[in-house]
Nanobody, 115 residues
Framework: QVQLVESGGGLVQPGGSLRLSCTAS????????MAWYRQAPGKQRELVAS???????NYRDSVKARFTISRDNAKSMVSLQMNSLKPEDTAVYFC?????????WGQGIQVTVSS
């Protein structure tokens, strides 16, 4: 059974940092492009950052220079380091693993940026 398990969310003040981690089943991690999405209340889910199996990264414009996605193939883990957080970063963040024929999602983890 494929599982994506997220951790690291919580409440942080504006300007603060959080690190999200997602552990995936080893059977898919090595062949999957990994990504983080987020969904704020009343809004559509949006791509935050992605990283290919080769390590190529992609970010949405609003998080460039603030967020960093990375993957540890030995641990089957993808992480999202979030710095200089803003209230508009508040959302449920989802880990995503994309294969050629199927996409897997984690259950989501809340990130709240508020003073």
């Amino acid at each position: 059974q494929v599982q994506l398990v997220e951790s690291g969310g919580g409440l942080v003040q504006p300007g603060g940092s959080l690190r999200l981690s997602c552990t995936a089943s080893r059977s898919i991690f090595r062949i999957a492009s990994m990504a983080w999405y987020r969904q704020a209340p009343g809004k559509q889910r949006e791509l935050v950052a992605s990283i290919s199996t080769a390590g190529s990264t992609n970010y949405r414009d609003s998080v460039k220079a603030r967020f960093t996605i990375s993957r540890d193939n030995a641990k089957s883990m993808v992480s999202l380091q979030m710095n200089s957080l803003k209230p508009e970063d508040t959302a449920v963040y989802f880990c995503n693993a994309a294969l050629a024929t199927y996409t897997y999602w984690g259950q989501g983890i809340q990130v709240t940026v508020s003073s």
